[in-house]
């Protein structure tokens, strides 16, 4: 595997960082000098982050119980305080990796740094900072079902995180959602709750739904043997309802604890919406200021 690599997108604005599976897109916003700063404090930190997490990989990939473990790393430690307050259901710290990884670099180019805006977007899951009266549209994944796909976050909004989980994502889902978008206080939170909303939309048993081991499909998985969703078939309109109210019982309970500000849950051309999302019209956006969730 090669090392830390870092380059400037073709438009010129963006910071591209990759090392294997972290994929990060970077925009900052700003006087000149500060957001030259701040990219380089943000490449300077991605040289071990991922190194970090392998060194204490295995017991990130255990579940998280109610005595929460004390990680060397920061990465780590972000993680496990993310899926601590959900341990009433099977998690790993892993469910909030992106996330955490995103928030731990959006701290670190913000230090010592004065910035309009920034954000820091892990294959969908975006950490964001917003200076007072400043704003940022997202675009979400799973639209074009009764929701239009970019949302607005303002400074005085409690979120700064977002992420989007579901069966046709990069990771795993025990779940059937076609996408949960989540708003939360941090790209960790969102991330951690978004996995677990996603999975609450089931139909368990339902033969147009295929299901394998997750180690069957990655050995080292911290699904073990659970089933994760492979495919969806056919499902009535009562039964794509039920599967979405499923989901949205816990994205409410999670709003009602204040673990999150918001979600989307997206299957078979039906929404569900807990909390608000504000809208925003795509024509109105300037292209470089959007960060995808």
């Known amino acids: ?60 990939r255990r579940p998280a119980s109610t005595k929460p473990r004390l990680f060397a790393g920061p990465v780590a430690r972000r993680m496990e305080a993310a899926v601590a307050p959900l341990v009433r259901t099977f998690i790993t710290p892993m469910a909030a990796v992106a996330g955490s990884v995103a928030d731990e670099m959006l701290a670190a180019l913000l230090a010592g740094r004065k910035l309009d805006r920034a954000y820091v977007n892990n ?53 059937i959602a076609d996408a949960v978008t989540v708003l939360a206080r941090t790209s960790a939170e969102a991330d951690a709750a978004a996995t677990l909303i996603a999975n609450a939309v089931d139909l368990p ?18 699904l073990g043997d659970r089933l994760v969703t492979t495919a969806v078939g056919p499902l009535s309109p009562v039964e794509i309802a039920t599967a979405l109210d499923s989901g949205l019982a816990v994205a409410d309970d999670f709003r009602r604890n204040g673990l999150i500000s918001a979600s989307a849950i997206f299957l078979a051309g039906q929404t569900r919406i807990s909390g608000s999302m504000a809208l925003a019209a795509p024509t109105k956006i300037p292209g470089k200021e959007v960060a995808h969730a």
């Open 1 to 60: 595997m090669n090392g830390p690599q870092a380059h400037w997108l073709d438009d010129g604005g963006r910071l591209h960082l990759n090392h294997g599976p972290i994929d990060l897109i970077i925009g900052v916003f700003g006087p000149a000098e500060e957001c030259q700063a701040a990219y380089g404090q943000a490449v300077a930190r991605f040289q071990t982050v991922l190194t970090e997490l392998v060194e204490e990989l295995a017991e990130l």
């Open 123 to 175: 294959g969908g899951d975006s950490a964001i900072h917003l200076g007072t009266g400043q704003s940022m549209t997202l675009a979400i994944a799973g639209t074009g079902h009764g929701l239009q796909d970019r949302i607005v976050i303002r400074a005085g909004d409690a979120v700064r995180g977002v992420a989007t989980s579901g069966w046709r994502g990069r990771s795993f889902s025990l779940g």
């Open 205 to 222: 048993d339902h033969p147009a739904i295929k299901r394998e081991p997750a180690r069957d499909l990655a050995p080292d998985s911290d």
